[in-house]
């Protein structure tokens, strides 16, 4: 059943194209548990890290410090990809979609303005040579895609410029629903 709604989601998303203010959801919670870097390309970034921690007893958050060698300016485009933990690996998902990371960051997609509150990053357009830091960020549970079945996954952020893959980020995390009594 839950396969079925997932599939109706992903059709209605195709065919109405990427509307990101229909991402609200109160059905589960995101747990981060690990965050890696899985590449970035040295001929357009200096350098990215990332780095989870504890913030407290329930939640691990981010912070995390990239930076340019080119100037993305608005056109930095941000694809996710899903994977879910079956049978002993991680498995695509049928979730994908990709925009610009501005379109992100003005639609609040996953709590993206999250990533104003602490650090550097200021924001749109994204300008080369300047060591951008965020801090503390965790996902906005509410602004995550709806229908999203329990269980282990991995998220991968794949950052693009003009055909360029510029970084992959693999965030690995737990979607639990709250006990019913």
Known sequence: MNVFVLLIFIATVLS??????KFLQHDYHFTIERADVHHYDKRYMNYLQAVPFKCNR????????????INVGSELVV?????????????LFPVRFQDKFCKFLEENVA???RLLNCGNFVGCPVVSNT???VCNFIPDDSKLPPLIPSGSYKVNLHGFYSDNELFVLEIYGKITRPEVK
């Open 131 to 133: 060591n951008i830091t």
């Open 111 to 113: 709590g993206f303005q």
């Open 58 to 69: 329930t939640h691990v958050a981010l912070n995390g410090t990239l930076n340019f060698k």
């Open 16 to 21: 109405q194209g990427l509307d990101l203010s």
């Open 79 to 91: 694809m996710v990809q899903m994977y879910r933990f079956a049978s002993n690996e991680y498995r």
